[in-house]
T-cell receptor
């Protein structure tokens, strides 16, 4: 069964460093999303991406964040200068023609 | 602002009983509502979707109701099993043309053998 994959599973970085989180969505899906979940809190929407551009973004998704689909399979989230409060689980999701979203296993980001 | 409340943070029930989880929302009118399951350290997994013009939806042991007057959805698991233990997330759709998911905090269900 097709699934969304994410790498790495755990990323540790120093405050102020740039990180890139990678996702491979389900191959025939056209809509891509990033969410984050701070430990013990709810899953929060960051950004949605369709047709090579951002379609929606939340207040969390400020200038420090960017997304890209560099090729036909990968979807990336970049955080330019990480802060302590960026520590969270980051989930990628993709959607086909239906409404349901398929989530990846997540990348745990730890900012020291 | 939009608000989603799930009835309790934790719910413990005996195996074989029916679990009922509540999701209330305020300050918007979703066109549809989804329920997801999340296991510790994992991504949410889609379970069911119900549209605003549907009163009830079923899938195997799962049942969802949607009352747009009360602004409430109920999620039922019948004949619950220990394997049903997880956190269940409610996600009303934000609005027409928007597909982002706005999740509640979730209800952690524990089914006791």
């Amino acid at each position: 069964e097709p699934e969304v994959t994410q790498t790495p599973s755990h990323q540790v970085t120093q405050m102020g460093q740039e990180v890139i989180l990678r996702c491979v969505p389900i191959s025939n899906h056209l809509y891509f999303y990033w969410y984050r979940q701070i430990l013990g809190q709810k899953v929060e929407f960051l950004v949605s991406f369709y047709n090579n551009e951002i379609s929606e973004k939340s207040e969390i998704f400020d200038d420090q964040f960017s997304v890209e689909r560099p090729d036909g399979s990968n979807f990336t989230l970049k955080i330019r200068s990480t802060k302590l409060e960026d520590s969270a689980m980051y989930f990628c999701a993709s959607r086909g023609e239906g409404y349901e979203q398929f989530f990846g296993p997540g990348t745990r980001l730890t900012v020291l | 602002s939009q608000k989603i409340e799930q009835n309790s943070e934790a719910l413990n029930i005996q195996e074989g009983k029916t679990a009922t989880l509540t999701c209330n929302y305020t300050n918007y009118s979703p066109a549809y509502l989804q329920w997801y399951r999340q296991d510790p350290g994992r991504g949410p997994v889609f379970l069911l979707l119900i549209r605003e013009n549907e009163k009830e939806k079923r899938k195997e042991r799962l049942k969802v109701t949607f009352d747009t007057t009360l602004k409430q959805s109920l999620f039922h698991i019948t004949a619950s099993q220990p394997a049903d233990s997880a956190t269940y997330l409610c996600a009303p759709a934000k609005g027409a043309g928007s597909y982002q998911l706005t999740f509640g905090k979730g209800t952690k269900l524990s089914v006791i053998p």
